[in-house]
């Protein structure tokens, strides 16, 4: 028997309540959701709009609002970052990927390190831009050794 359209609406509305239960919601220090979906919308929208109302001739009232309008409506949904951290002042990013340069140098690859734990310590993800290292095969100064390929510790 196939369900009605109401009852699946109802499981799907149940499924993004569980869902955002478990990921987005703001807690408080016991570990209580303390926040429904609806108040998640209006958390980011609000934030969202902020940022938009910095721009000479927007409204913030009214860029939150439609920001609110598309994520009730399923037309849009900010990225993890955002719905978990958005209006929220934790000091984490709302921005879900960073690309790193690798510069070819011993200091610049630890600092490239030192700049990945940074980034993910903040919530965010990394990939990393390799354009900067020497080709395979040269040889880096003061060295006896031919330069390998950015991954050939990992591959081998």
């Given amino acids: 028997m196939r369900a009605s ?5 109802h499981r799907r509305q149940r499924l993004r309540n569980k869902l955002f239960a478990r990921r987005y919601l703001c807690r408080d220090e016991h570990g209580h959701v303390i926040e429904t979906p609806r ?5 980011v929208a609000k934030a969202a709009g ?3 109302g910095r721009y000479k ?3 913030a009232q009214a860029a939150s609002k439609s920001f609110f ?12 970052p955002t719905l978990m951290n958005a209006g929220r002042n934790n000091g984490m990013c709302l921005i879900a990927c960073f690309v790193l340069p690798v510069p070819d140098s011993i200091d610049g690859i630890f600092d490239a390190v ?7 310590k903040a919530g965010g993800g990394t990939g990393f831009s390799f354009d900067q290292l020497r080709p395979t095969g040269d040889k880096p ?3 006896t050794v ?4 950015p991954t050939a510790t990992v591959v081998e």
């Avoid at 108040?39 to 958390?43: A, N, P």
Wanted: aromatic share 4%; glycine share 4%; proline share 2%.
């Fill in 5 to 9: 359209t109401a009852e699946l609406d």
């Fill in 39 to 43: 108040q998640l919308f209006l958390r």
């Fill in 50 to 52: 902020s940022v938009e």
């Fill in 57 to 59: 001739g927007v409204d």
């Fill in 69 to 80: 309008r598309m994520m009730t409506h399923g037309e849009f949904l900010p990225n993890s």
């Fill in 114 to 120: 030192k700049n990945t734990a940074l980034v993910q």
């Fill in 141 to 143: 100064m003061n060295s």
């Fill in 146 to 149: 031919k330069a390998s390929r």
